[in-house]
């Protein structure tokens, strides 16, 4: 089957995926007194934490730490929450895959989606905070976001739909992830930044860009810190990086979900 063919058969369960994204959005936040304010709350605490941690206690001097560190930390968290959720997404709708014809990668789909909803209205209400507190005036090149944020979207799905069909078969693939998570986390330029390496260590500064997600950091510090369109690398890395693992694991679930009612 195309791929095409099977975006085309995702589609027509449409209404299924925004079930599944309603309920999980439900179930969230059910019996939480604030709801969706969690969904700010909890960036802007980890935000707070990591800025007096580096900043005032650890004593890293980068300028504009925080606002690069704001850039970095929530595409991360749209990363890691996708898949700390969606490993698991087949595995615990084990009764839909049994008894219910529809396309598998709608649950890992849905998952990703949900954490996209959470990613956007973070920034959404996060931007302007940049902007008065911090006096950060991105231009036109905001409109770029949309445009990273689609490729980030695409990485990420792929990513979920191969961590999702290898948890089927093996189930250590979710604790392995965990730890897998926590070593990218200090591997991606978050904390750190590509100049900080490059002051330190000049001829290393490439070695960054072995990292998938270095790329996208970067371009969304070009938009928002830098008021400019991303650069030429690391847009065009964007993009590849976006496709090339979307279709990568498009194949590898489209492999795998054969068998996964009997693993299940």
Request: proline letters at 5%; aromatic letters at 18%; a positive charge.
């Amino acid at each position: 089957m195309t791929i095409a063919k099977r975006i085309k058969g995702i589609w027509e369960f449409k209404y299924l995926i925004y079930n599944l994204v309603a309920r999980d959005l439900k179930v969230k936040y059910k019996g939480s007194a604030l709801g969706f304010l969690w969904s700010l709350l909890n960036p802007l605490l980890m935000l707070a934490v990591y800025t007096i941690a580096f900043k005032y206690v650890i004593g890293i001097r980068e300028p504009d730490f925080t606002p690069k560190l704001f850039c970095a930390l929530l595409p991360w968290l749209f990363l890691s929450s996708a898949l700390s959720m969606g490993v698991t997404s087949i595995t615990e709708n084990s009764n839909l895959v049994k008894k219910v014809y529809f396309p598998r990668e709608v649950l890992p789909l849905s998952i990703v989606l949900v954490n996209l909803f959470h990613f956007v209205l973070t920034f959404l209400v996060l931007i302007p905070a940049l902007l008065v507190v911090f006096n950060v005036k991105p231009g036109l090149s905001l409109f770029f976001l949309v445009v990273i944020i689609f490729f980030q979207t695409l990485f990420v799905l792929g990513l979920t739909l191969i961590v999702s069909a290898l948890n089927v078969y093996y189930r250590d693939v979710k604790h392995f992830l965990e730890v897998l998570l926590m070593l990218w986390f200090w591997l991606t330029p978050i904390i750190w930044t590509i100049d900080m390496i490059a002051k330190q260590f000049p001829n290393l500064t490439f070695l960054a860009y072995f990292n998938p997600f270095t790329p996208f950091v970067e371009a969304y510090r070009d938009i928002i810190l830098r008021n400019d369109i991303p650069l030429p690398l690391h847009l065009s890395m964007v993009v590849v990086i976006g496709v090339l693992f979307f279709l990568f694991g498009g194949f590898v679930f489209h492999k795998k979900q054969r068998r996964f009612a009997e693993e299940i």
